[in-house]
């Protein structure tokens, strides 16, 4: 029946949390019945953020009454980790952070700095990423660990030449983000706007807290660079991979054959603008190849708040119910 | 039966038109199913409009070819005044350009320097701003003239001090607009992004071509100047209305009152940004009292090419056809 | 001698203290000796700005010990009544803050919720608009309190009209700032990049705190309504003054010879983008009537953080030092 | 004498040669005499150009009427081809467009589509990046080639590493430059401000016309790819060199060896926004190693009008002249 399955948002006033109650407010089969916040419990929703009509109010979380069908966690690092194993078996979770991404504990370690405590989730968590990973076993797990924004966009790019045995040597990600990235919070001058407006600049230019997730499933390394653009959503991955005598009609074949039958993978002939997909689940792709140094060059882009973040989970979520994949899911960008 | 109306939009790959098509893409009872354009017919509009997930095909406007329950005219000004009798009767007709907004048709030609040929539309034309106007009479008639972007958030803002004989003397509204509201056009250095980018400025200060369109329903002089904001969505507008003796708290009551019932119209509690409103159809009123100078001043947003344009002409189509009036059309905002 | 006069600036690592900074590296007869910063000193001023190239050490500020011509404070409320009567005497005093703005100390408190300590300066203040106060005040006061940025733009714009006896009615002023006019502070998420791109927004829609400086010269109430431009620089008034019957060419020659011959004013034919004036200490001016409501409009653009602050504190500071008043102030935007 | 050398801007509403006229208003030894356009003959430059306050009046270019010390030539390609020659003997020419950057005139016919008509001018034409080659060639040189702008902060970052034999393989060059580099030409809806706002796309993906200039001094194929920041102005290069077995310390050593004395190049120690150099004559550089993939990384910014075109122009001018290099040009930046 439409909108019968129950959703808990836990952090539903940060940009995250948010964009999933926007999203599911025109999903047919999913209502928000839940809104967690852990500074703002007690007011409504809609005061916290007024771009949103709902009627919803905020409150505190506690995992033993949150009676829904799947959980949805928007916080920071560690509380997945400390909460999904109360979760899991009572409703379908999907964690947006890093928790339960990095397989290997001890790569997990080194890059966010805490130690990892392994719940027991009586099953594998799975890495959502539809596109690229098994979907039955998306849709048999207890816990979907949703991709960073980041490798979103560069595994989409670089998996079909990786897969097909074309890439060579490291891969050069350099890669773009609008500020929403950062989050809604003001501890740094960093992401005042008067910083940054108007302006443009590399930032962890060796050893972003993503590039261990690239690696992990390109099985190699990668030498990655995010940048932040002066605008709230987008983000843009321009993947250098070199892979020696090609074309670029064989390059656009391969990927086209790729991501033939995916609802929000887009192959175009033309370069993409952030701006196309904003809004909307899809993730544009173009191929080119440049014959003087032998590099295939992929660009792709997606909203980083729709198919890096919250659009994707929704995506996860339809294929744990056993909905069709793009149901509710925008696939139009806002523009201009 | 879902989808089962067919939709032309005439003028599609302008930004009014394929908003149109992209708002449509999640309406329950509308397809579109002609797509025309005169400089880009055979083309896919989806090259046209790269954000477009549509399949449709651009094709030239025949009127006579034209088989669909709804056409919505997104042209220049004179286009409807030409076309619009060989199609009602057939359908059911809304036009975004200013042909059929004002009553006078010597207004209507010093305004827009161009005779009004006054066409046999078997009918009375209608101001299509539903707030404010007998939904009764836009259910029947034969041709809706969309009204303009700054009118519809003007008018919102100031009648319910006018219907309620508060205002006196003349209306000062100080509107703000984002580029969009210019069309899709090479016309002009003027709207270049480096020409605009990080800048503000007023234009048109006195004799803007919707000053007569807000005096039409205000019923009186109005002193109005628009100005543009760097950003390509969103409008505002800050209404300074004299109303002597008065206070916050009964300002507020009259607009909760007056808009009590309006899907689309919310009275807020703090001062609005275009943001908050932006992709949606809904248009936020702030009210304050002026205790020092008896003024009361009122400020609305709305998405220009939404409760602007294309969603408002949506709302439109939804009273002609018999349909809930806010079917398939977006109350949440896209924020960040 | 050039060069000759030593500077302090008190706050050097705020928007207004590093543009004081950076404008007086090309002054060719004062330089910036001591640079103060209450919560970096013993940083590198250029660690702190990183657009600056200046080999200055941030220090504490010791008053005592502070041996230069000019010092500009740039503090927040209460710090120049707390400091100034130790600085008077010793040295030329230029406040940015409203600590000496308001002549009614009632209002002051009223206003800015503080009480008024009035220290004995040995002589009485000035406010600092050269263009409408008596120049030889400036000179010869011992502390100038600089403008703020909406009673600079708003003042230039309407003291004409009112001066000549034309202004009737209550002045209705609707101003737009970029958001530097916010400071450079973590204190409030309201400043984040990502909730202001895009948006555009009233604020303090009645009650601003420069209304009643604006009244203090303009001699009568003033319908004041401030707003935030997604935009870093730039402030533009637009000001609706009814004066009854009179034509666009009167008003225009008005404010010709009103400001003949200032080097920094300067009335245009046509309406004035906040842009053209960046970085520059111009006022660009233009003026228009409306005939059927018997407005004057003028609309006045400036950059807030130069002739709305930091240039015009240099502006004051030449006029002290009896330097012809544009020495060394750029007239020139930056555009694009 | 102060200001005694008489300049000759041809095209000088045009974003470049305006920044020229612009910034030579505050050169002491400098004086534009003459300001060309092609369209706009005629008319004030300050009605062309409403954000410079000078008083000169455009005028059609006659190349036998120049009579002044300095020529900058700011227009399309072919434009210096066909006068230059009538130019050199008479004054210093300073060619802002690539006519004369290749050397290799099948390149340069390959790359530009257009015969090079190689025309005599009494001495061989010099790159003019002041940094990169010999400053006594480009004092002596008859006309100087200005660099693009790409090609300026492209070089600056990976020459050191170059000239070090450190560059193993193809560098990957990922640059992103403001919308200003695009000129001020309404041929495009491309450009226009809703098109671009609050997007960020590459473009040219392979084969721009600045790389063949890139690697004319590289002397080896460099990968390279340009993005459009919504943003008008600053251009930021990150440029990937696998050097093997390395460090970060070892690698900003080399630069700030390399750029020690340089007035206009500063190594930094986090990385750069674009922002920060606004305005400016300045190269910031930001340098980093990836001990994963043996990668250098360095990150420049340049403000694309000012060191990557009038700024540049201006140091070469200054060389020719026999002036201190860094006459009359900002180091500053303008913030926010």
């Known amino acids: 029946m439409a909108g019968s399955y129950r959703v808990a948002v836990v952090g539903a006033s940060g940009y995250g949390g948010a964009e999933i109650v926007r999203l599911l407010s025109s999903h047919p089969c ?5 809104a967690t916040s852990g500074r703002s419990a007690g007011r409504a929703l809609r005061d916290e953020c007024p771009w949103l ?4 109010t905020l409150t505190a979380f506690e995992p033993e009454k949150v ?4 959980v949805f966690l928007c916080q920071e690092a560690g509380f997945a980790m400390e909460h999904a194993a109360n979760l899991v078996g009572h409703a379908k979770v999907i964690d947006l952070s890093a928790d339960f991404r990095l397989k290997d504990h001890g790569v997990f370690e080194r890059t966010y700095g805490r130690p990892h405590t392994n719940p027991d989730l009586g099953g594998e968590p799975e890495y959502g990423l539809p596109e690229l ?5 998306i849709a048999a797990s207890p816990l979907i660990a949703n991709p960073g924004c980041y490798p979103t966009a560069t595994l989409l790019a670089i998996m079909p030449l990786i897969r097909a045995g074309l890439a060579q040597g490291t891969p050069v990600v350099d890669a773009k983000s609008g500020v929403s990235g950062a989050g809604r919070s003001k501890k740094e001058t960093d992401y005042l706007f008067s910083e940054l407006s108007g302006g443009f600049k590399p930032y962890a230019v060796t050893g972003h807290r993503h590039n261990p997730e690239i690696e992990q499933l390109a099985g190699r390394p990668v030498r990655f660079t995010p940048h932040l653009i002066p605008a709230a959503r987008g983000l843009e991955a321009t993947c250098h991979v070199q892979v020696g005598d090609s074309s670029r009609d064989a390059l656009r074949e391969l990927f086209r054959e ?7 993978v887009s192959v175009r002939d033309t370069p993409p603008s952030t701006k196309q997909v904003l809004g909307s ?4 792709i173009f191929v080119d190849y440049d014959a003087r140094t032998g590099f295939a060059v ?3 882009v997606i909203d980083n708040l729709v198919k890096g973040a919250a659009g994707q989970a929704i995506q996860n979520m339809n294929l744990m119910l056993g909905l069709p994949e ?3 899911l925008p696939k139009d960008g806002i523009w201009p």
Chains 1, 2, 3, 4 share one sequence.
């Open 298 to 300: 992929v660009c792709s």
């Open 53 to 56: 009509s709902t009627d919803l």
């Open 258 to 264: 790729s991501y033939r039958s995916e609802p929000f």
């Open 281 to 284: 689940n899809r993730c544009d």
């Open 67 to 70: 009676d829904v069908d799947v």
């Open 326 to 328: 793009d149901t509710g």
């Open 30 to 34: 999913a209502t928000v019945t839940v």
């Open 133 to 137: 990973v098994d979907r039955e076993r």
